[in-house]
């Protein structure tokens, strides 16, 4: 599995913030691969980001090697017991 530096967190940022952190890790950086993870309601923007970079700015370069799914169980504010849903996309790099 790849390092946590390579790994991006998607949150409430504008959209393209994303797609730039995973065409700077694939080009200046030269990751290998890079992971993208959100949870909740992020889910749908990580896969948008992960979609944006491999068919539109690193066409060719990079690909899907997998998508994780899993849920996360904590206590909200109140300390009511919330699962939360999370995703885990990891792209690399072609050969």
Not at 52 to 77: H, M, P, T, Y
């Amino acid at each position: 599995m790849a390092d946590e530096d390579n790994s991006i967190f998607i949150g409430g940022k504008p959209f393209m913030n994303y797609v730039t952190s995973v065409v700077i890790q694939f080009t200046t950086k030269e990751a290998k691969e890079v992971i993208v993870k959100a949870r909740g309601k992020f889910i749908s923007r990580a896969v948008d980001v992960s979609e944006v970079a491999v068919n539109r700015f690193l066409k060719d370069q990079i690909e899907k090697k997998g998508i994780e799914i899993d849920s996360e169980e904590f206590q909200n504010k109140e300390g009511k017991d919330v699962r939360v849903s999370t995703i885990e996309i990891t792209l690399k790099r072609k050969k």
